[in-house]
């Protein structure tokens, strides 16, 4: 079976996949599709290099069938369909000790601090499982964990339904905090500066704008009577994204922030002061988001299939990270790991 080894300084290597026998507590899955993420290229950018060991194998947004499991794990079995949720926390620390793991400070995240999906054949503990319900492809299955960050973000931003949301930023995450806003009864306007991701977005059926050429304050102040947005997303990870997130609430609206920034942000606390806001962040998922993404998935809610605008092998790897830098015409890209 394949796998492609990250050699540091943006090269890729195909090789084979080191069958890792599965010891007590594991399962061996044979991957599916696996997707990739900003984080997957900020990897190839050289960022993280630290938590790293070359040769690395990328990959946490997967699907695949169990092939065999070890020894104490009672709930699986091979042939099971699965997806993994890509987090291994200590279980003392004080954020494991408060109920927090998903933020564990000693938070091993699977595909950076250990090996990653983008391989035939891949180990990792049982305690990351969830099950993918027959109704669900596999294609579809490798889009559950970006769905699962967009619950958490979602459900951390407690957006009730008939709230106004706006979304700043329309990559696979924004999209999906969108989609999943707007399923929760939400009313949403999405901010995309990428006109293909734009035109993706109405497709779907949301109200999305480029505030390139839209006045996204005014806008949002229309559409709520002159009061503001009751949740801002801030999923664009730029400092235009961060001054406008103040622009857009409501008196005591409340801002979410979910992206990553390359430098820490210039944040305007006047406002904060001036409409007694509040912000909060939210970081990646809970078994609970990955059982309720499973669940919209399933169901058929969320357009998934649509949002997949590529799937390569294995051996194009490279080629799908050169295509994500083009930052053009494409949002989710699949990789098939199966030979
Ligand atoms: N909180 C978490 O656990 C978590 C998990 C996954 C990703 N992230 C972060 O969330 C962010 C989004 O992830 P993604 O995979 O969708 O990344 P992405 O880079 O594909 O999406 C960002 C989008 O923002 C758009 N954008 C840039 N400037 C803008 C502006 N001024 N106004 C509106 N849109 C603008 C870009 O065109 C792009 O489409 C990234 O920063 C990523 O690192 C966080
Ligand atoms: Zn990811
Ligand atoms: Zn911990």
Redesign the pocket.
């Known amino acids: 079976m394949q796998a492609v080894f990250f050699e540091g300084n943006r090269t890729f290597r195909v090789g084979e996949s080191v069958a890792v026998e599965p010891g007590a507590g594991q399962v061996q899955i044979r991957v599916s599709f696996c997707g990739i993420?900003?984080?997957d290229?900020?990897l190839f950018h050289g960022a993280m290099a630290h938590r790293l060991t070359l040769p690395h194998v990328m990959g946490h947004e997967m699907s695949g069938t169990i092939a065999s499991v070890g020894s104490g794990v009672a709930d699986w079995r091979a042939g099971d369909r699965v997806t993994v949720r890509p987090l291994d926390p200590c279980g003392h620390c004080p954020a494991c000790v408060a109920g927090h793991s998903h933020i564990c400070h000693n938070l091993k995240f699977i595909g950076i601090d250990t090996p990653g999906a983008l391989q035939g054949i891949w180990t990792v503990p049982a305690h990351t499982l969830h099950r993918l319900p027959d109704s669900l492809s596999l294609r579809e299955g490798a889009m559950v964990e970006?769905v699962a960050?967009a619950c958490?973000?979602v459900r951390m931003s407690d957006l009730k339904q008939g709230e106004f949301a706006a979304v700043?930023?329309?990559?696979?995450?924004?999209?999906?905090v969108a989609l999943v806003a707007q399923a929760r009864g939400a009313r949403v306007v999405l901010?995309?500066?990428?006109q293909f991701?734009v035109e993706l977005a109405r497709d779907l059926g949301l109200d999305a704008v480029?505030?390139?050429e839209t006045d996204?304050p005014q806008l949002v102040s229309d559409r709520t009577g002159g009061a503001g947005a009751d949740v801002v997303f801030e999923?664009?990870?730029?400092?235009?994204?961060a001054?406008?997130m103040t622009k857009l609430p409501r008196t005591r609206g409340r801002i979410v922030?979910?992206?990553?920034?390359a430098e820490p942000p210039k944040v305007d606390l006047f406002r904060f002061f001036w409409r007694e806001l509040k912000l909060s962040?939210?970081?990646?998922?809970e078994a609970e988001d990955f059982e309720l993404a499973i669940e919209l998935a399933a169901t058929g809610r969320l357009p998934l299939a649509r949002l997949i605008t590529d799937v390569l092998p294995l051996n194009r790897l490279e080629d799908a990270m050169h295509r994500?830098e083009g930052?053009g015409d494409c949002?989710k890209i699949l990789v098939s790991c199966t030979d």
């Not at 922030?257 to 920034?261: F, G, S």
Request: hydrophobic fraction near 40%.
């Open positions: 993420c900003g984080t290229l900020h970006p960050v958490h973000d700043i930023g329309g990559g696979p995450i924004g999209i999906l901010a995309e500066v990428n991701r480029n505030p390139l996204l999923v664009s990870g730029s400092q235009a994204g001054d406008t922030v979910v992206a990553i920034y962040g939210a970081r990646v998922y994500m930052g949002m």
